[in-house]
């Protein structure tokens, strides 16, 4: 699986696109073991963690960051669609919303 790099975020099933790219447009940004996400208020910087598990490969992830003056905190995880330039998985805020999210290679242009 190759995750580094950015990434758009396409759908949500808790938040609507309005809301996604309310301040910025919704991103998530991989390095080898690290990363950032952005969406609607939020903004979170991630420890991240590639394993496989059953046979899939997934992309672990903790975060913490803000939504809007609150401090946020929590976890999810990624894993590759057939698409390569695609990925899905969950986002869960402890002791708060959590939803399936899907996100998209951003194409280099050229």
Same mark, same amino acid.
């Given at each position: +699986?190759?995750?580094? $790099? ?9 938040? %609507?696109?309005?809301?996604? !790219?309310?301040? @910025? @447009? ?6 080898? /073991?690290?990363?950032?996400? +952005? ?6 910087? +991630? /420890? ?5 598990? %059953? ?11 803000? /939504?809007? !003056? !609150? @401090? ?12 390569? /330039?695609? +990925? ?7 002791? $708060? ?14």
């Amino acid at each position: +699986m190759v995750y580094v $790099g950015r990434w758009r975020i396409t759908e949500t099933s808790a938040w %609507g696109n309005e809301y996604l !790219d309310e301040t @910025e @447009e919704a991103s998530v940004e991989f390095t080898k /073991d690290s990363g950032t996400m +952005m969406f609607g208020s939020v903004h979170i910087e +991630m /420890d991240v963690v590639k394993e496989e598990i %059953g046979g899939t490969e997934i992309l672990g992830y903790s975060f913490t960051g803000n /939504d809007e !003056d !609150d @401090e946020v905190y929590g976890w999810g995880w990624f894993h590759q669609t057939q698409n390569k /330039d695609e +990925m899905e998985g969950k986002i869960y805020f402890r002791y $708060g919303e959590s939803s399936e999210i899907k996100i998209a290679r951003y194409k280099k242009v050229c």
